[in-house]
């Protein structure tokens, strides 16, 4: 499964970005799918996963209220919609493809990884 993520860019804080990840794999909607980020220096963390409906989705705590995750099964993208964004959010955003049946918090249950893009907020 290959993904690709798109998006990312400068920011002030309090603004917002709209993050992409689409695949052309046609069995995406039997994948829960996860957007995780990282910093230099850190390790990656996670930020938010949906399920292969799109009915339950969960996000970390850092980003719960101002980031909203959903997916469509027809365009085979999920997106991350982030609001309110703070300069601590500034990292590279990878999206991933989970072949669990349930949904999973840790980076390294990840079955497949896009490439990050890259998203900065200044303050």
């Known amino acids: 499964v290959q993904l690709q993520a798109s998006g990312g860019g400068l920011v002030q804080a309090g603004g917002s970005l709209s993050l992409s990840c689409t695949t052309s794999e046609d069995t995406f909607n039997t994948y829960a799918m996860g957007w995780f980020r990282q910093v230099p220096g850190k390790e990656r963390e996670f930020v938010s996963a949906i399920d292969w409906s799109g009915s339950k989705i969960i996000y970390s705590d850092s980003v719960k209220g101002r980031f909203t995750m959903s997916r469509d099964n027809v365009k085979t993208t999920v997106y991350l919609q982030m609001n309110s964004l703070k300069p601590e959010d500034t990292a590279n955003y990878y999206c991933?493809?989970?072949?669990?049946?349930?949904?999973?918090?840790?980076?390294?249950?990840?079955?497949?990884w896009g490439k990050g893009t890259l998203v900065t907020v200044s303050s």
């Open positions: 991933a493809a989970d072949g669990s049946t349930f949904l999973n918090r840790e980076y390294d249950v990840m079955d497949y």
